[in-house]
């Protein structure tokens, strides 16, 4: 059973970096065709894909959180790791780790999400 838990701070300053790690377990995570993907959700808003780091390492972002996103990776503590810069109010969400299979490009694993409020 692959199982991907979120942690990280809850509350973030405005202008300030929000530092999320999702922590995998059941899986290695460089595992073939498996792509470890940031998804989030506003507050009555839809799920925003925000970007993944594949099997190889290799990243890739949503066009539109490109220029404030990085997405990293240990491969010893089997862990990734989200970056999102010069936080606004708007980035105020649960955010959620995921797996993605390459095979049929579906999520099949989620994290439980974590809340992060973005507030001076």
């Known amino acids: 059973q692959v ?3 979120e942690s990280g701070p809850g509350l973030v300053k405005p202008s300030q970096t929000l530092s999320l790690t999702c922590t995998v377990s059941g899986d290695s995570i460089t595992a073939l065709r498996f792509y470890w993907t940031w998804v989030r959700q506003p507050p009555g808003k839809g799920l925003e894909w925000i970007g993944y780091i594949s099997y190889l390492g290799n990243t ?31 980035d105020t969400a649960v955010y959620y780790c995921a797996r993605l299979a390459g095979s049929n490009w579906s999520f099949d694993y989620w994290g439980q999400g974590t809340l992060v409020t973005v507030s001076s």
């Not at 066009?63 to 109010?89: E, G």
Request: avoid cysteine.
């Open 60 to 90: 890739y972002y949503s066009p539109s959180l490109q220029s404030r996103t990085s997405i990293s990776r240990n491969t010893s503590n089997n862990q990734f790791a989200l970056q999102l810069s010069s936080v606004t109010p708007e």
């Open 3 to 5: 199982q991907l838990k």
